[in-house]
């Protein structure tokens, strides 16, 4: 027989796992919705879709490409982040059962290219030849240098040796010539809450974008870069007028990227 204590234990137990398990839902509900505007940025042939073609997930939440390989038969998806979720070993291995798609998986920070080579090498995939690099809600992250931007913000930040509240520059032009180099076309779907906090920063590396970090980034992309906006509205890159007064509107940016034809 249950005493009281016992039974509140175990109510509170099924609780917390009942939140769990809606938060796991919503997030793989949430991915469905994101990937219906960054389909659109794919490019995809109506007859073949994505069939042959190779992808390469930045800062992967790994649902995301489960949902691409069931819908558009890629070739081959491969999955990096340096917090790779605890959900990548199953999706990987079960997604074998009913896609004909090599989903693989890997710990792996983007900056750290000595893994990121082992890992195309054991993928048998060249540095360049992924079709679509994917960089969805973690271009914030792709932050690095020790030049902290906090102060132009905040002039009464200080900078301190654990860098807890600062935040680095973003350099675009640095930044997308990197992501270009694994692959012919960059996809980035990113959250604008520039009044949030960023739970997932580290160190200088985060802080969601500020619209005057967005403005700098939409002014440099056309000197380097050819592409669509494809949300808040759909245009040629270099054709976004009144950025400021669009992300007003949003809470999401999204555009696709690839090199100028030399």
Same mark, same amino acid.
């Given at each position: 027989?249950?005493?009281?204590?016992?039974?509140?234990?175990?109510?509170?137990?099924?609780?917390?796992?009942?939140?769990?398990?809606?938060?796991?839902?919503?997030?793989?509900?949430?991915?469905?919705?994101?990937?219906?505007?960054?389909?659109?940025?794919?490019?995809?042939?109506?007859?073949?879709?994505?069939?042959?073609?190779?992808?390469?997930?930045?800062?992967?939440?790994?649902?995301?490409?489960?949902?691409?390989?069931?819908?558009?038969?890629?070739?081959?998806?491969?999955?990096?982040?340096?917090?790779?979720?605890?959900?990548?070993?199953?999706?990987?291995?079960?997604?074998?059962?009913?896609?004909?798609?090599?989903?693989?998986?890997?710990?792996?920070?983007?900056?750290?290219?000595?893994?990121?080579?082992?890992?195309?090498?054991?993928?048998?995939?060249?540095?360049?030849?992924?079709?679509?690099?994917?960089?969805?809600?973690?271009?914030?992250? !792709?932050?690095? $240098?020790?030049?902290? @931007? /906090?102060? %132009?913000?905040?002039?009464? *930040?200080?900078? +301190?040796?654990?860098?807890?509240?600062?935040?680095?520059?973003?350099?675009?032009?640095?930044?997308?010539?990197?992501? !270009?180099?694994? $692959?012919?076309?960059? @996809? /980035?779907? %990113?959250?604008?809450?520039? *009044?949030?906090? +960023?739970?997932?920063?580290?160190?200088?590396?985060?802080?969601?974008?500020?619209?005057?970090?967005?403005?700098?980034?939409?002014?440099?992309?056309?000197?380097?870069?050819?592409? %669509?906006?494809?949300?808040?509205?759909?245009?040629?890159?270099?054709?976004?007028?009144?950025?400021?007064?669009?992300?007003?509107?949003?809470?999401?940016?999204?555009?696709?990227?690839?090199?100028?034809?030399?």
């Amino acid at each position: 027989m249950c005493d009281e204590g016992s039974l509140v234990k175990r109510l509170e137990k099924c609780l917390n796992e009942k939140d769990d398990l809606l938060d796991e839902l919503n997030e793989w509900t949430e991915c469905l919705t994101e990937l219906a505007t960054i389909e659109d940025a794919f490019g995809i042939n109506a007859e073949s879709g994505l069939q042959g073609k190779t992808i390469l997930d930045v800062g992967t939440d790994c649902i995301k490409s489960l949902y691409i390989a069931l819908k558009h038969k890629p070739r081959k998806i491969v999955g990096i982040s340096d917090a790779l979720p605890n959900r990548a070993s199953d999706i990987e291995q079960q997604s074998r059962l009913f896609s004909a798609t090599k989903i693989r998986f890997y710990d792996c920070n983007f900056f750290d290219e000595t893994t990121l080579e082992k890992i195309l090498t054991r993928e048998k995939i060249g540095k360049g030849e992924f079709n679509i690099v994917i960089v969805s809600k973690v271009l914030h992250h !792709l932050r690095f $240098g020790d030049q902290c @931007v /906090v102060h %132009e913000r905040d002039e009464k *930040h200080k900078c +301190d040796g654990s860098e807890k509240d600062c935040i680095y520059r973003f350099e675009t032009e640095d930044i997308f010539e990197k992501l !270009l180099e694994y $692959g012919k076309r960059v @996809v /980035v779907y %990113e959250a604008f809450w520039p *009044h949030e906090t +960023d739970d997932d920063k580290v160190r200088g590396r985060g802080g969601y974008f500020t619209v005057r970090e967005w403005e700098s980034i939409f002014d440099q992309i056309p000197s380097k870069f050819r592409g %669509e906006l494809i949300s808040p509205k759909r245009c040629s890159i270099d054709k976004i007028e009144k950025m400021a007064e669009e992300l007003r509107k949003v809470d999401i940016v999204c555009f696709y990227l690839e090199k100028k034809p030399s």
